[in-house]
């Protein structure tokens, strides 16, 4: 028997897919564990990196309290930004962001913009979904005083 | 006295002459000249040349000189061969040898590997066109992965009559490397895409070497039981030589056993070679089989290189395909050669090594997957 007489008679397309496949399957599983190897034995030598990726997982306020950990505030800047507390005290509990900068402004506080910035950044000034702002008393507490 | 020096001479080699013999003693020839002069593989073919002196010498039956009389002392040395021993013990020494650092910096260079064994597959369906058997067929197939140590074992498995052609077809065309590759890789290359530099290899831990053999070795050997012999050999060699704590045992397999298993090896496949046995329509087909098979499995190392240069951001030299072929390390070196025609300043070979160690992994594999599909035949 010759051709794909021979071929279809002896299975030959089949076992020549299923070899391809085979080989294919074992080189790229390997590929795969050993792309992955090194970032494995990065962890086992680092144990501190695993409990890193776990912490990343922990619910939403402590992420909060990292982002608001970025901006240090300089003895300076807090001496302004308690001015902004006495200022917010003056207006009622839901404030308008561009009264409280004019305060600032008539007020004559040190570098309003950036300090205003700042708040913003630390959540110690944050929106109340309607279009005014709303001061987190325990925030300002926690950073400033 | 007359009749006893004309019954001698009725023994001699100048009596019992056929032109068989003498067509395998010229090729013998070509071998030990090709590894001598011309430094082909010499390793292998001037072993394999010789036993192809020593299997033509024209003998009289019964006195238990021929390797196929049961008797003889080649008998029992081809008895490695014929029971597959001497290629794990060949892969053991390759083993010990190879360091898979570029491939573990770039382990998608294996898909290369993977790649260039498709080359067994068309040809085990070619050689079935052509009338072989199944077995036969897979086992013709299987020289495109340019392995001899492979090729030797599944034929010792599935078709032990061919194992003198398969043989020397499979280490002719080893040898050969430097010449079948260059025109195919050119031929399916732009110069543009020769000209690629490849990035440089990120480092790799002393950790990772020893973890690799064994997780290779559980990896593949789950999936392909029947390539057992042949990546566990590999394997454990390559963890010898990582551990460091083994070094003893490492240089033992990297020079003593290697070279013990392929002077045995080399001489007993060429005595195998005897005209009158080897001379048959089927050892031709069997050749040009051969050669079609290396040339779909450079080419398919190629195309596919190419294929993943649609999808990768850091592109690579399709040079590289053509290293999938297992013969280590000659088909890396023919990428270097070629890539440093195009730009001498262009250093190939170290990330060659990668896709051509990968197809030692994947021929094993591909040797594997057959002789357990064939063995349900």
């Known amino acids: 028997m010759y051709g794909l007489e021979a071929i279809n008679a002896s299975n030959g397309w089949a076992i020549s897919v299923v070899g391809v496949t085979i080989v294919f399957t074992g080189l790229v599983m390997l590929s795969i564990v050993i792309a992955q190897l090194y970032k494995v034995l990065a962890l086992w030598e680092n144990p501190s990196k695993i409990k890193a990726l776990f912490k990343k997982k922990q619910p939403e306020k402590p992420r909060e309290e990292q982002i608001s950990n970025r901006v240090v505030f300089a003895e300076s800047q807090k001496e302004v930004v308690k001015q902004f507390a006495l200022l917010v005290r003056t207006m009622t509990d839901h404030f308008s962001l561009p009264r409280l900068l004019q305060l600032a402004l008539i007020s004559d506080l040190k570098d309003p913009y950036l300090n205003l910035n700042n708040l913003f950044k630390t959540k110690i000034i944050v929106p109340d979904g309607s279009g005014f702002f709303t001061w987190d008393k325990d925030m300002f507490d926690k950073l400033i005083s | ?377």
């Open chain 2, 1 to 377: 006295m007359d009749s006893l020096f004309i019954e001698f001479f009725h023994n001699t080699g100048f009596y019992l002459w056929d032109y068989r013999y003498l067509l395998m003693i010229c090729v013998g020839l070509g071998f030990i000249y090709l590894g001598i002069a011309k430094d082909y593989e010499p390793l292998l073919l001037v072993p394999i040349g010789f036993g192809m002196l020593v299997g033509n010498i024209p003998i009289f039956k019964g006195l238990g000189l021929g390797i196929y009389e049961t008797n003889s002392v080649l008998h029992y040395l081809y008895f490695g061969v014929t029971q597959g021993i001497y290629p794990p013990l060949i892969f053991l020494g390759i083993g010990a040898m190879t360091d898979f650092s570029t491939l573990l910096a770039r382990p998608v260079l294996m898909l290369l590997g993977a790649a260039a064994q498709t080359g067994i597959f068309i040809t085990f369906l070619g050689a079935l066109a052509l009338g072989f058997a199944p077995n036969e067929a897979a086992s013709i197939g299987i020289i495109g992965g340019a392995d001899g140590p492979t090729a030797i074992f599944l034929t010792a498995k599935l078709a032990p009559d061919l194992i003198g052609p398969i043989a020397v077809a499979a280490y002719s065309y080893m040898a050969l490397v430097p010449v079948i590759q260059p025109p195919i890789m050119r031929l399916l290359t732009t110069r543009k895409e020769r000209l690629i530099r490849m990035e440089e290899p990120r480092e790799i831990t002393k950790r990772e070497k020893i973890i690799f053999p064994i997780v290779a070795f559980l990896l593949c050997c789950f999936l392909a039981p029947a390539a057992l012999p042949l990546l566990g050999m590999l394997c454990f060699g390559n963890l010898l030589k990582e551990a460091v704590v083994t070094e003893r045992l490492a240089q033992t397999a990297r020079n003593s056993v290697i070279d013990t298993a392929t002077i045995l090896l080399g001489l007993t496949v060429g005595a195998s070679t005897q005209g009158d046995v080897f001379l048959t329509p089927s050892s031709v087909g069997i050749f040009a089989l051969g050669a079609v098979s290396f040339g779909i499995a450079t080419a398919s190392g190629v195309i596919f290189a190419k294929i993943m240069n649609l999808f990768l951001k850091s592109k690579i030299n399709p040079l590289l395909g053509a290293a999938g072929v297992s013969a280590v390390p000659d088909s890396a070196r023919v990428v270097q050669v070629v890539g440093q025609k195009e730009d001498p300043t262009n250093f190939l070979l170290m990330h060659a090594m990668a896709p051509n160690v990968s197809g030692v992994i994947g021929s094993a594999i591909a040797a594997g997957v057959l002789w357990s599909l064939m063995a349900k035949i």
